[in-house]
């Protein structure tokens, strides 16, 4: 079992910036992906960033150039610095990991609330 613990997140007025960190513990095994999705309310859970197998990052669109992404798998942590939000980045923000120990699996946080004013 890996549990996922997110932290971070709050309101902000438009402009400013937030960090988000997640922590994972328990059987970790390896780590494949390790990223944050959002939900914003009546919309579909969308990628936002992730640090996937070998390194690479993905991110939406949307974020580049204002949000980096980070991975530190010695302490299974996966950490969002968020620049210039808009009020369009209002949503939940989900972490999670992909690994595999004894066998695969894809674990989730319990999501946290990130609220941009205009």
């Known amino acids: 079992q890996v549990r996922l613990v997110e932290s971070g997140g709050g309101l902000v007025q438009a402009g400013g910036s937030l960090g988000l960190t997640c922590a994972a513990s328990?059987?970790?095994?390896?780590?494949?992906?390790m990223g944050w999705y959002r939900q914003a309310p009546g919309k579909q859970r969308e990628l936002v960033a992730a640090?996937?197998?070998?390194?690479?990052?993905n991110s939406a669109d949307s974020v580049k150039g204002r949000f980096a992404i980070s991975r530190d798998d010695a302490k299974a942590t996966v950490s969002l610095q968020m620049n210039n939000l808009k009020a369009e980045d209002t949503a939940v923000y989900y972490c999670y990991l992909r690994g595999e120990s004894m066998r695969s699996y894809t674990s989730w946080g319990q999501g946290t609330q990130v609220t941009v004013s205009s």
């Open positions: 640090v996937v197998q070998g390194g690479k990052t």
């Open positions: 328990g059987d970790i095994g390896t780590i494949y992906d």
